[in-house]
């Protein structure tokens, strides 16, 4: 197996998800995989590596097309388990790493938020190349388990870029590739390279309570106008175009501003 490339799969809906397994049936077939993901549902951990995480593992055997796969569990957040992925499981440095396939798209402003994400930035912080991958779907599906939902067409563009990403180095400035699938995808869907929209995707929801003592989380629902984004976002593309929209992504956070010239705004303040 020393022969082909090891491949850590990870994602932030847990071990047990359906869309992490739909992408491992097919990304058996570019090299050999490890999957290691949260036990627990872990959607909008995003980069986090919490304190209390346990980070206990705790191998799993799953039947995927038949065959017999050792799946790892892991007690902390999806970055940790590609820190535990990396530092321990595995037996050798992966190749790539890919985290998905999500239930629910992650575009615009929000996506940090996001642990398909976060965990594909933890990667590249490692010096990895990583692709995130998610599928568009309802809202209500976006923390289920929902055997309806078809994520072959989201496996096929996650093969393709990954074949891609195997086949050479990103370019500079690229750490990470961020590709989500619109509802409806066939495998024939047209794709764009897209920029990462500034308009929220979601608006955070105030919780319905009499007392703050009752338990309720902030909730979120779809915001904005999708045709009001640039075309070359990735929220435009995928929600108005009905196209799959793929993202190179940076760890470099820096704004664009003119650095010299913000030098000159704040001196100007002494």
């Known amino acids: 197996m020393k022969d082909r490339p090891a491949i ?9 998800s359906p869309g992490l397994w739909a992408a491992a049936a097919v990304l058996a077939e570019l090299g050999e995989i490890f999957a290691v993901a949260p036990n627990q549902q872990s959607s909008g951990a995003g980069r986090s590596l919490p304190a209390h995480s346990d980070g206990v593992i705790t191998p799993r055997q799953v039947r995927v097309n038949g065959a017999g796969w050792t799946a790892y569990g892991v007690g902390g957040s999806p970055a940790q388990a590609v820190l535990h992925g990396v530092l321990e499981i595995m037996p050798r440095r992966p190749a790539l790493v890919v985290s998905g396939i999500n239930y629910g798209e992650n575009v615009g402003a929000g996506v940090t938020i996001s642990g398909t994400v976060g965990a594909a930035l933890e990667a ?24 309806s939902v078809d994520f072959a067409p989201a496996a096929h563009f996650a093969v393709y870029f990954a074949r891609w ?8 400035d690229v750490d990470m590739l961020k590709v989500d699938v619109p ?17 929220n995707y979601y608006d955070p ?8 003592e009752e338990a309720r989380p902030v909730g979120y629902q779809r915001a904005g106008d999708p045709a009001a984004d640039p075309p070359d976002t990735d929220i435009y593309i ?10 190179p992504l ?21």
Request: aromatic share 4%; proline share 4%; net charge positive.
């Open 8 to 16: 850590l799969l990870t994602n932030d809906d847990g071990i047990e």
């Open 124 to 147: 590249a912080a490692m010096g990895i190349p990583a692709l995130a991958v998610s599928l568009e779907t309802d809202v209500e599906h976006h923390r289920s388990y929902a055997t």
């Open 165 to 172: 990403m195997l086949a050479q180095r990103l370019p500079f």
């Open 183 to 199: 509802a409806g995808a066939t495998p024939q869907t047209s794709w764009a390279v897209t920029r990462l929209s500034r308009q």
């Open 205 to 212: 929801v105030r919780p319905l309570r009499s007392a703050w």
């Open 238 to 247: 995928l929600r108005v175009k009905k196209m799959v929209s793929v993202t």
């Open 250 to 270: 940076s760890l470099d956070l820096t704004s664009r501003v003119d650095l010299a010239s913000l030098q000159r705004q704040l001196d100007s303040q002494k």
